[in-house]
């Protein structure tokens, strides 16, 4: 990993590396998307307390005029189960002269412990089960949610510096135009001075340079701009917007530029695909509502609960499961159901045409996320061939450009045709510098659209 260079002019180059970590270290952005893991793993933890132990108690007592009507407590802990079984276990004491017969018990308490079992609906799954599935389900949504967000960021974030490399590098072109220009017309006027060239070449190179003038000014303009826009990305720690010094700069268009990863040449299409975060969202909001399709279904299940609790009464002359007797329980049984049903089949075939729609967005996405990889595989292709095509035009057109100023100084040519074979290199130059930002910008489009720019 490199840092930041210096050269020579003490000009701070920051290389593209460099700028993704400080993007990714502390723009705001970032910084919500690590928020959304830390809130997967609280709804984790909030789904779980659905399965915590309860403990409970429960005090009555009733006194009038003297006499002590009844003095009710019970105590216990309830401990349900991923598997829908709760157990229970407590402890009840009463006292009265009015006291209900069946709360009736000895001095010494009544003990209690048991199971609640339900067979019919929750038997496979229930409301808590489901509640902690899906929030297992959603701390990937959440982790999938947060590389989908750092990967837009990154692709924004590396696109701006690419326009910011392009536009200081045409600066760089437009500026030596510029400057040529400038030196061209200093020399014409000290010739037409000297008596070797007439007055309307004073006025042709003046006119060039004019030209070049504004030229240069657009670009600087368009410089200014992209610099701007890619300072809306730079931030310290702390969140502290950062300004850049005018000394710090973009790689040079002569510099050797990151290139496309190795290991994506190497990978296939559909494997890098299936790899994409939203795409693995998707797939996990899916799993989200497929568990909510098997809870609806679990209501068409009548609710069909048996309980039972063995009861013990112990006494101070024996041990404590002495006192217990086969003899000596408490069961239940408890029955409901809809006759109709239309509420739970009307939500049941929501849940499952949400699903089917799901399934059509997953196949939806595939195919985006295919169609745009494609688009930037082809896009880097052709902008390499274009570049190494262009690298040898701009050599051609610059070898016409000295060979036509020799001939200008030599009194054998004229401005015209060295303005126009000076147009010809600025032109070729800008497009050289066009191709090299667009063939990194489809380094980063294969990155963002593979989903792998966060990493």
Request: with cysteine; charged share 25%; glycine share 6%.
């Amino acid at each position: 990993m490199t840092g930041m260079a210096q050269d020579d002019t003490l000009d701070v180059v920051l290389d593209f590396e460099r700028y993704l970590e400080i993007v990714k270290d502390h723009h705001p952005v970032a910084m919500q998307a690590g928020l959304m893991t830390e809130a997967g793993e609280a709804n984790l933890r909030s789904s779980r307390g659905g399965f915590d132990p309860v403990l409970y108690g429960n005090y009555k007592n009733k006194e009038f005029k003297g006499t002590e009507y009844y003095d009710l407590f019970s105590s216990g802990l309830k401990i349900p189960t991923w598997f829908g079984v709760e157990f229970d276990v407590g402890y009840t004491q009463n006292d009265g002269v009015y006291l209900n017969p069946e709360n009736v018990t000895s001095a010494a308490g009544l003990w209690y412990g048991g199971i609640s079992v339900p067979v019919g609906k929750g038997l496979f799954i229930d409301e808590r089960r489901a509640a902690l599935r899906q929030a297992q389900v959603f701390v990937e949504i959440a982790e999938q949610e947060r590389r989908k967000t750092l990967n837009k960021l990154m692709y924004d974030a590396a696109l701006a510096y690419w326009d910011w490399f392009k536009a200081f590098n045409a600066l760089d072109v437009y500026r030596d135009a510029q400057d040529a220009a400038r030196e061209r017309l200093d020399g014409v006027i000290e010739s037409f001075e000297a008596g070797d060239r007439p007055a309307i070449d004073t006025l042709e190179a003046g006119i060039q340079w004019q030209s070049r003038v504004v030229s240069y000014q657009q670009a600087e303009l368009d410089y200014l701009n992209a610099k701007q826009k890619l300072e809306v990305f730079l931030w310290a720690e702390g969140t502290i917007p950062l300004e850049m010094e005018n000394s710090t700069i973009p790689y040079s268009a002569q510099s050797e530029l990151p290139g496309i990863d190795s290991e994506i040449e190497m990978m296939t299409l559909d494997s890098m695909v299936a790899n994409h975060p939203e795409l693995l969202a998707l797939q996990s909001k899916r799993e989200q509502k497929d568990i909510e399709c098997r809870w609806k279904a679990e209501q068409l299940k009548p609710d069909l609960n048996l309980k039972y609790q063995p009861l013990i009464q112990p006494s101070s002359d024996q041990d404590f499961f002495d006192g217990y007797s086969p003899n000596n329980y408490t069961v239940g049984l408890e029955f409901k159901m809809p006759l109709l049903l239309r509420k739970e089949r009307g939500e049941l075939q929501l849940t499952k045409l949400n699903l089917n729609e799901m399934d059509l967005e997953i196949q939806l996405k595939q195919a985006e996320i295919k169609y745009l990889s494609s688009n930037a595989l082809n896009t880097y292709n052709t902008a390499r061939q274009q570049l190494n095509i262009y690298t040898q035009t701009v050599a051609d057109y610059f070898s016409l450009l000295e060979g036509e100023r020799a001939l200008f100084n030599a009194g054998e040519s004229s401005l015209f045709l060295v303005n126009a074979r000076e147009i010809g290199y600025i032109q070729a130059e800008i497009k050289r510098v066009e191709i090299l930002s667009s063939l990194q910008k489809s380094i980063v489009s294969i990155e963002y659209n593979f989903g792998r720019l966060w990493d």
